[in-house]
């Protein structure tokens, strides 16, 4: 593994496992120290911690609910005051609420949203504050806001379709002061989200391309690639990363 991100110091959203844990983990090996936040488990934000620390890299759990626009802010600035600084912001938390249209309420749609799209808007926002020049805003969406397969999936989809315009126009809007803003697309990968011998996996198997579910890490090497210098002339782009779900 190179030294892309030697120095840096970066924050992911939902750390403690699946996706987040693989990118924090892939970020660290690459040279980053990371602050990760989770919702409700701290032993296993506590083991990826562990995971980093042992790379040689400082590491850092902080409990903060995405759906808390306050909580959000106050990690991307506890980030900042222990680590010393914030070049990375990778926005990966989710919520996954799915089911039937008139079985959907208020309730569902106002956590999907502050989750899915408030929480990245307000860690941007919180986060821009401290990048200079080289900083990289990461959002982690799914490749259901591009093809609806299933139904049940409106919240979800609508919701991750958001963070494609959050992504073009904060790729806009900061691309003067060189920092990126990019969305990586995952289709179905292996976490306890979407498990690859999950009720679907077969269906959603036949749909893709390379024929079965990403692991973790094949999301996280994206990321890494966007985050390190060598994606520096990519922004406000989305990158499906579904082995062909959505071709
Ligand atoms: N897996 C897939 O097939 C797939 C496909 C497309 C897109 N995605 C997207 O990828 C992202 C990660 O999914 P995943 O499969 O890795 O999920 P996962 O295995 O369920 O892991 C979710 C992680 O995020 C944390 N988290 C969940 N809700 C949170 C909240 N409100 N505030 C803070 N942290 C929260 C969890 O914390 P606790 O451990 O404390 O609960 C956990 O660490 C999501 O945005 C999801 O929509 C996943």
Redesign the pocket.
């Known amino acids: 593994m190179n030294n892309r991100l030697d120095g840096r110091v970066a924050l992911v959203?939902?750390?403690?496992?699946?996706?987040?844990?693989a990118v924090a983990l892939r970020l660290a090996r690459e040279g980053a120290d990371v602050a990760l936040?989770?919702?409700?488990?701290q032993r296993?934000?506590d083991d990826v911690v562990e995971q980093v620390k042992a790379l040689g890299r400082r590491a850092l759990a902080i409990p903060?609910?995405?759906?808390d626009a306050a909580a959000v802010v106050a990690a991307v600035d506890r980030t900042v005051g222990e680590l010393g600084r914030l070049d990375i912001l990778v926005n990966?938390?989710?919520?996954?609420l799915l089911g039937p249209l008139e079985q959907l309420g208020l309730a569902e749609f106002e956590q999907t949203m502050a989750?899915?799209v408030r929480a990245p808007f307000v860690a941007a926002q919180a986060a821009v504050r401290h990048m200079s020049a080289g900083g990289r805003i990461i959002n982690?969406?799914?490749?259901?806001a591009e093809r609806a397969v299933f139904p049940g999936f409106s919240l979800y989809a609508t919701s991750?379709t958001a963070m494609i315009g959050l992504t073009k126009a904060l790729g806009r809007e900061l691309g003067g002061r060189a920092i990126t803003v990019n969305l990586v697309?995952?289709?179905?990968?292996d976490?306890?989200?979407?498990p690859a011998d999950g009720p679907n996996a077969e269906t959603i198997n036949g749909f893709t391309a390379l024929g079965h579910f990403a692991a973790?890490a094949d999301i996280a090497a994206v990321v890494a690639f966007l985050a390190s210098p060598d994606g520096r002339y990519v922004t406000g782009a989305t990158v499906n990363v579904d082995g062909g779900f959505t071709i």
């Open positions: 959203t939902g750390g403690g496992r699946g996706i987040g844990a936040t989770f919702q409700r488990d296993r934000a903060a609910d995405s759906a990966n938390a989710g919520a996954f989750v899915n982690i969406g799914s490749n259901m991750k697309n995952p289709g179905a990968t976490t306890e989200l979407n973790p």
